[in-house]
T-cell receptor
Framework: DSGVTQTPKHLITATGQRVTLRCSPRSGDLSVYWYQQSLDQGLQFLIQYYNGEERAKGNILERFSAQQFPDLHSELNLSSLELGDSALYFC??????????????FGPGTRLTVL | KNQVEQSPQSLIILEGKNCTLQCNYTVSPFSNLRWYKQDTGRGPVSLTIMTFSENTKSNGRYTATLDADTKQSSLHITASQLSDSASYICVVSSRNNAGNMLTFGGGTRLMVKP
């Protein structure tokens, strides 16, 4: 158990809908990262927040947005969902702002299925 | 463009055998390299981290090597067990004025058979 929690575990929705994925980082970690992993694909970095502010941006679509709240939990919002958005979405956390220098601890993931 | 390539894409070995996974990168400037193990449907877990000055680092039956000159790393698994069946991901970190950036390899999917 990494100490990172994600909810929900599974999510099934229809095209065009909007969903929110939630992540709580390990106690004491200030950085939260979001990743997308499509079937049999590698991890794609989406976005990082550090202490409430956006720190780094990866291949995140305009239909997707995220935020980190004062209690450090984070939410990833996916809107106008398409079939291709079906994937595992992982959240990771680390102590500091530098994603490479600090070990990232990954949550169990949210499996999103868009029908 | 920063890239990390892993080989082979997939590998099947018998329990008890050894294997070596490869990672070649073109990331610059290099900061560090991590190997992660990802069980199917679960989040990755860090196995080792290697900085520029380190050549070899072990974690139990896992031994990672780094050749910063040729920009290659390997992960050697000794006396494989069924529980080693997973994807192994090489992640290279670079740091520049824009901040810290991670480049992920596509992973090697290892299957250990009894």
């Amino acid at each position: 158990d990494s100490g990172v929690t994600q909810t929900p575990k599974h999510l099934i929705t229809a095209t065009g809908q909007r969903v929110t994925l939630r992540c709580s980082p390990r106690s004491g970690d200030l950085s939260v990262y979001w990743y997308q992993q499509s079937l049999d694909q590698g991890l794609q970095f989406l976005i990082q927040y550090y202490n409430g502010e956006e720190r780094a941006k990866g291949n995140i679509l305009e239909r997707f947005s995220a935020q980190q709240f004062p209690d450090l939990h984070s939410e990833l919002n996916l809107s106008s969902l398409e079939l291709g958005d079906s994937a595992l979405y992982f959240c990771a956390s680390s102590v500091g702002p530098a994603g490479g220098d600090n070990e990232q601890f990954f949550g169990p993931g949210t499996r999103l299925t868009v029908l | 463009k920063n890239q990390v390539e892993q080989s082979p894409q997939s590998l099947i070995i018998l329990e008890g055998k050894n294997c070596t996974l490869q990672c070649n990168y073109t990331v610059s400037p290099f900061s560090n390299l991590r190997w992660y193990k990802q069980d199917t449907g679960r989040g990755p877990v860090s196995l080792t981290i290697m900085t520029f000055s380190e050549n070899t680092k072990s974690n139990g039956r896992y031994t990672a090597t780094l050749d910063a000159d040729t920009k290659q790393s390997s992960l050697h698994i000794t006396a494989s067990q069924l529980s080693d069946s997973a994807s192994y991901i090489c992640v290279v970190s670079s740091r520049n004025n824009a901040g810290n950036m991670l480049t992920f390899g596509g992973g090697t999917r290892l299957m250990v058979k009894p």
